[in-house]
């Protein structure tokens, strides 16, 4: 694919392909890695880890923690009826 690079400011830039950045879930402040080697350079979409519940569940303390006092506290929120 050719792109054409803009000057904005002291720096050059190119656009990122709509198709690009939809199957990557990219968004205005996403980071992407470059990988530079010689004249060539890539871009490429970290990979967003992605969790299972088991994984989590297996993770957790065989007993949760108690807080003194939780059931006593007032509400603070929305939480109140």
């Avoid at 190119?14 to 939809?22: D, G, I, N, S």
């Amino acid at each position: 694919m050719l792109q054409t690079l803009r000057r904005a400011g002291g720096s050059l830039v190119m656009t990122v392909p709509k198709a690009f950045v939809e199957q990557n879930q990219l968004q205005d402040g996403s980071q992407v890695d470059l990988l530079l080697e010689g004249a060539r350079m890539t871009v490429s979409a970290p990979r967003r880890h992605r969790y299972k519940l088991e994984d989590l569940l297996a993770e957790m303390p065989g007993e949760l923690p108690r807080v003194e006092g939780w059931d006593a506290m007032r509400p603070v929120g929305k939480e109140a009826p």
